[in-house]
């Protein structure tokens, strides 16, 4: 059984900083591309950044880069997105996802499995 399990959510001020994690269990995560998503009330769920099984690609959706790292340590099976200079409108639920290594990495219906989010909060 494949489980995605988030932290670090929180509730921030405005240009504070967060570390969100995504530990992967029961799939070999060193094999799978990373993504981190968001969902804001109201509003779809969109890609915020993701990166490939080696860590040697990245994609940042234009609204975080920048502001936004994401990175994996595979010996650990987790990845990262730091959050830097945060504002109001990142504001949502994160989620993290694995895909298959073969697609791209903003292919985002090929992200086929899912955690259960962790909520980011930022006042302004």
């Known amino acids: 059984q494949v489980q995605l399990v988030e932290s670090g959510g929180g509730l921030v001020q405005a240009g504070d900083s967060l570390r969100l994690s995504c530990t992967v269990f029961?799939?070999?995560?060193?094999?799978?591309?990373m993504g981190w998503f968001r969902q804001a009330p109201g509003k779809e769920r969109e890609i915020v950044a993701a990166?490939?099984?080696?860590?040697?690609?990245?994609y940042y959706a234009a609204s975080v880069k920048g502001r936004f790292t994401i990175s994996r340590d595979n010996a650990k099976n987790t990845v990262y997105l730091q959050m830097n200079s945060l504002k109001p409108e990142d504001t949502a639920v994160y989620y993290c996802?694995?895909?298959?290594?073969?697609?791209?990495?903003?292919?985002?219906?090929?992200?086929?499995?899912w955690g259960q989010g962790t909520r980011v909060t930022v006042s302004s």
């Open positions: 996802a694995a895909s298959p290594p073969f697609n791209a990495l903003d292919n985002v219906p090929q992200y086929d499995y």
């Open positions: 990166i490939s099984w080696s860590g040697r690609a990245t």
């Open positions: 029961g799939r070999t995560f060193s094999s799978v591309h």
